[in-house]
């Protein structure tokens, strides 16, 4: 039932090319079979309009942080890899730090001001401005609304998209309702511009931030959310307050720090509600039932379930349900490749891994992914690495005050699974300005990291 | 466990390579550069006596956008080793400088991602007194992501994300005036990476072309407290 909405919903949105490729996939999705049967339904027959390849070809679809970071650092462990950045957008905005900009404590310049094409001449790679509409693996072809591209090796990093059956939201309908006049606000910079306006034209009321249960994109991105919204309110002296429906018992990370802004800076502002699953919304009547309660709203931010990006499922990569209950993709634990296929790696937020889906813990994963890919280019392996989450969390607004977690990973070979953080992981759970002044700069060198030579 | 593996992979040809070299040689792959004399804020000749314990000076070196640490490691003294940086290969720190070996000088961009000190505020200090994020004293922390350096062990990167050292400022010392001079650095293709970097915000502060400047005969050489406006004290 499941399934067959979201096939259906993808299908309406992404038009008919796909279709048929969809259909493919996903008769080949439970199976190991390489999609070579659909290969004729799926390529165009039109080659990019991209230079010959003067190396082994790596392809890296998506230019988020993960993508980014690969496209530059497999470059520069390997140099002989002909590096192409495919990525449908035409103008970069991060989703990290978007935050910030809702309390005022950074502009949208802070976000945006980074070029798709200076980071790509910055690091001897080619940006291709496309949309990936299919892939044929048995010869190794990446079909995209700009034409095919040949490969010797893919990565995928296309990041989450929402899952909003799993918060009742099953018709579509609703579903569009919802995700255009009360987005979540962590995948696109849309979403950003419109949560921005609501916040600063925010006059009085309740307004609801929810907080999704399952391994969701930025652990404590809705709590800190809350309280830059609280800040904001608390600034303008609002008849308001912040109500947050989580879904989990208890704040998923950093949850002394957050408790304590939430009762020493916002004691009357913020309302956090545990074990708030959202059951069904009504979006004109703005009214929200959980199991046991039901509330109204005058604005809000409705922070769905997450699962890996919809590309992953229609290109035939999901992992089986034992796997990723959340549709992420098929890889290898260690190296990232599609099981079975050493020319495809799935990367960043539409991993299966039970990491924090951070913008720290992509780019730490993808200077690691990097060296795989150059090694394999060689013939080599290399040894397996944790990815590292350092993620500040700004819990004041006036003046920034923020708290963090540094967390590594360990890896367990008799079970070939993440089994939990990392001894030396740390939290940082007392707020002060210290931080505060850190969180830009964190999220400044990222940026630096991605873009610049 | 992690940093072992990372060790291994990363670094692991390089720092046999650089193990079988020995320690006690001098600092090699030291550039030189034309030697500036240190003088305080006044202009007058700043003395190797007049360093503070408690925090870093600043000065530039060897060219006017490049800011340098000099610290007084108070008791302990530096140890010259072998070290990997990111863009410049294989090098030495030099000893400390000074009467008791106890001063030192990097080049105060954290080799993670190149976090340095401005006129605004400063994510990168030395903190004598220690720090949350070190634990412990007389160490360098960059406040952006966590990377902790030991001054007196050539700022080998301690603990975080920083994949190498600072990069050492060679300092010559005269015993008859207490005077203190810099004379060359590791770091020509880091420099010229930091400047990539930065090369908006540095013609903003500093004047377009003026940044790459040679810093001249003499370089002012402050406390961070007064260089930065804001020093975070992670």
Same mark, same amino acid.
């Given at each position: 039932?499941? *399934?067959?909405?979201?096939?259906?919903?993808?299908?309406?949105?992404?038009?008919?090319?796909? $279709?048929?490729?969809?259909?493919?996939?996903?008769?080949?999705?439970?199976?190991?079979?390489?999609?070579? *049967?659909? #290969?004729?339904?799926?390529?165009?027959?039109?080659?990019?309009?991209?230079?010959?390849?003067?190396?082994?070809?790596?392809?890296?679809?998506?230019?988020?942080? #993960?993508?980014?970071?690969?496209?530059?650092?497999?470059?520069?462990?390997?140099?002989?890899?002909?590096?192409?950045?495919?990525?449908?957008? *035409?103008?970069? #905005?991060?989703?990290?730090?978007?935050?910030?900009?809702?309390?005022?404590?950074?502009?949208?310049?802070?976000? $945006?001001?980074?070029?798709?094409?200076?980071?790509?001449?910055?690091?001897?790679?080619?940006?291709?401005? $496309?949309?990936?509409?299919?892939?044929?693996?048995?010869?190794?072809?990446?079909?995209?609304?700009?034409?095919?591209?040949?490969?010797?090796?893919?990565?995928?990093?296309?990041?989450?998209?929402?899952?909003?059956?799993?918060?009742?939201?099953?018709?579509? *309908?609703?579903?569009?309702?919802?995700?255009?006049?009360?987005?979540?606000?962590?995948?696109?910079?849309?979403?950003?511009?419109?949560?921005?306006?609501?916040?600063?034209?925010?006059?009085?009321?309740?307004?609801?931030?929810?907080?999704?249960?399952?391994?969701?994109?930025?652990?404590?991105?809705?709590?800190?959310?809350?309280?830059?919204?609280?800040?904001?309110?608390?600034?303008?002296?609002?008849?308001?307050?912040?109500?947050?429906?989580?879904?989990?018992?208890?704040?998923?990370?950093?949850?002394?720090?957050?408790?304590?802004?939430?009762?020493?800076?916002?004691?009357?502002?913020?309302?956090?509600?545990?074990?708030?699953?959202?059951?069904?919304?009504?979006?004109?009547?703005?009214?929200?039932?959980?199991?046991?309660?039901?509330?109204?709203?005058?604005?809000?931010?409705?922070?769905?379930?997450?699962?890996?990006?919809?590309?992953?499922?229609?290109?035939?990569?999901?992992?089986? +349900?034992?796997? #990723?209950?959340?549709?992420?993709?098929?890889?290898?634990?260690?190296?990232?490749?599609?099981?079975?296929?050493?020319?495809?790696?799935?990367?960043?937020?539409?991993?299966?891994?039970?990491?924090?889906?951070?913008?720290?813990?992509?780019?730490?994963?993808?200077?690691?992914?990097?060296?795989?890919?150059?090694?394999?280019?060689?013939?080599?392996?290399?040894?397996?690495?944790?990815?590292?989450?350092?993620?500040?969390?700004?819990?004041?607004?006036?003046?920034?005050?923020?708290?963090?977690?540094?967390?590594?990973?360990?890896?367990?070979?008799?079970?070939?699974?993440?089994?939990?953080?990392?001894?030396?992981?740390?939290?940082?759970?007392?707020?002060?300005? +210290?931080?505060?002044?850190?969180?830009?700069?964190?999220?400044?060198?990222?940026?630096?990291?991605?873009?610049?030579? | 466990?992690?940093?072992?593996?990372?060790?291994?992979?990363?670094?692991?040809?390089?720092?046999?390579?650089?193990?079988?070299?020995?320690?006690?040689?001098?600092?090699?792959?030291?550039?030189?550069?034309?030697?500036?004399?240190?003088?305080?804020?006044?202009?007058?000749?700043?003395?190797?006596?007049?360093?503070?314990?408690?925090?870093?000076?600043?000065?530039?070196?060897?060219?006017?956008?490049?800011?340098?640490?000099?610290?007084?490691?108070?008791?302990?003294?530096?140890?010259?080793?072998?070290?990997?940086?990111?863009?410049?290969?294989?090098?030495?720190?030099?000893?400390?400088?000074?009467?008791?070996?106890?001063?030192?000088?990097?080049?105060?961009?954290?080799?993670?991602?190149?976090?340095?000190?401005?006129?605004?505020?400063?994510?990168?200090?030395?903190?004598?007194?220690?720090?949350?994020?070190?634990?412990?004293?007389?160490?360098?922390?960059?406040?952006?992501?966590?990377?902790?350096?030991?001054?007196?062990?050539?700022?080998?990167?301690?603990?975080?994300?920083?994949?190498?050292?600072?990069?050492?400022?060679?300092?010559?010392?005269?015993?008859?005036?207490?005077?203190?001079?810099?004379?060359?650095?590791?770091?020509?293709?880091?420099?010229?990476?930091?400047?990539?970097?930065?090369?908006?915000?540095?013609?903003?502060?500093?004047?377009?072309?003026?940044?790459?400047?040679?810093?001249?005969?003499?370089?002012?050489?402050?406390?961070?407290?007064?260089?930065?406006?804001?020093?975070?004290?992670?």
């Amino acid at each position: 039932m499941t *399934d067959n909405f979201n096939r259906r919903n993808f299908l309406k949105m992404s038009g008919a090319v796909l $279709a048929a490729s969809t259909a493919g996939a996903a008769m080949s999705v439970s199976g190991s079979a390489l999609a070579a *049967d659909t #290969s004729a339904a799926i390529a165009t027959g039109l080659k990019a309009a991209l230079p010959k390849a003067r190396g082994p070809r790596l392809v890296v679809v998506g230019g988020g942080t #993960s993508g980014l970071t690969i496209a530059k650092y497999a470059k520069k462990e390997y140099p002989k890899f002909d590096v192409v950045l495919v990525e449908k957008r *035409d103008m970069y #905005s991060s989703c990290f730090s978007s935050n910030l900009w809702y309390a005022g404590l950074i502009n949208l310049e802070f976000l $945006a001001n980074h070029s798709f094409l200076d980071g790509a001449t910055n690091n001897g790679y080619t940006y291709f401005n $496309a949309t990936v509409t299919g892939l044929d693996r048995a010869s190794r072809t990446l079909v995209t609304s700009e034409g095919d591209i040949g490969y010797d090796f893919l990565v995928l990093a296309p990041g989450i998209s929402y899952d909003y059956d799993k918060i009742g939201v099953s018709d579509v *309908d609703t579903m569009t309702a919802l995700r255009q006049k009360y987005p979540g606000g962590f995948i696109s910079p849309t979403e950003h511009v419109t949560i921005h306006r609501k916040v600063q034209e925010f006059e009085g009321g309740v307004f609801v931030q929810s907080v999704p249960g399952g391994n969701y994109r930025c652990l404590p991105g809705p709590y800190e959310r809350a309280c830059l919204i609280a800040s904001v309110i608390k600034k303008n002296k609002l008849k308001a307050k912040v109500l947050v429906l989580d879904a989990n018992p208890e704040i998923t990370i950093k949850a002394k720090g957050f408790h304590a802004a939430f009762n020493e800076l916002y004691k009357d502002i913020i309302e956090w509600k545990p074990n708030s699953a959202i059951t069904s919304v009504d979006v004109e009547k703005r009214a929200i039932k959980t199991e046991f309660d039901s509330y109204t709203f005058d604005d809000a931010a409705i922070y769905p379930n997450v699962r890996g990006s919809t590309l992953i499922e229609h290109l035939g990569l999901m992992a089986p +349900a034992s796997k #990723s209950t959340q549709k992420e993709a098929n890889i290898d634990t260690r190296f990232y490749n599609i099981v079975g296929d050493p020319h495809v790696y799935v990367t960043g937020d539409s991993r299966p891994h039970p990491y924090s889906k951070s913008a720290n813990t992509s780019n730490t994963e993808a200077h690691y992914v990097a060296k795989v890919l150059a090694a394999r280019a060689q013939g080599k392996e290399i040894a397996w690495v944790s990815p590292r989450t350092i993620c500040y969390s700004m819990v004041n607004a006036n003046p920034m005050e923020a708290i963090s977690v540094d967390a590594g990973y360990d890896y367990s070979a008799e079970k070939d699974a993440i089994t939990g953080f990392s001894k030396d992981t740390k939290t940082f759970e007392n707020r002060d300005t +210290a931080k505060g002044q850190a969180t830009l700069e964190w999220a400044r060198g990222i940026y630096r990291d991605m873009f610049e030579a | 466990m992690d940093r072992r593996g990372f060790v291994k992979l990363c670094t692991g040809t390089v720092l046999t390579t650089a193990f079988s070299q020995s320690l006690s040689s001098r600092a090699g792959q030291i550039e030189a550069f034309p030697p500036a004399k240190l003088v305080k804020a006044d202009g007058s000749p700043l003395k190797a006596s007049e360093v503070g314990l408690n925090e870093a000076m600043v000065f530039a070196y060897p060219f006017n956008g490049i800011p340098c640490y000099l610290i007084n490691l108070g008791n302990r003294t530096a140890h010259p080793q072998a070290m990997d940086s990111t863009d410049d290969g294989v090098f030495s720190n030099p000893e400390g400088v000074g009467k008791g070996n106890h001063l030192v000088a990097f080049i105060a961009i954290c080799s993670h991602q190149l976090s340095y000190p401005t006129p605004e505020i400063s994510y990168l200090r030395y903190a004598n007194e220690g720090s949350e994020l070190a634990g412990k004293p007389g160490r360098i922390v960059c406040c952006a992501h966590g990377s902790v350096y030991d001054p007196a062990e050539g700022a080998r990167v301690e603990s975080g994300p920083a994949p190498a050292p600072l990069l050492p400022v060679a300092l010559d010392y005269d015993a008859a005036t207490d005077g203190l001079t810099a004379t060359g650095v590791v770091g020509k293709a880091f420099i010229q990476r930091f400047f990539k970097n930065f090369k908006g915000d540095l013609i903003e502060r500093y004047g377009a072309g003026v940044y790459r400047q040679d810093v001249g005969e003499t370089t002012k050489a402050v406390p961070l407290s007064q260089y930065s406006a804001v020093v975070p004290a992670c």
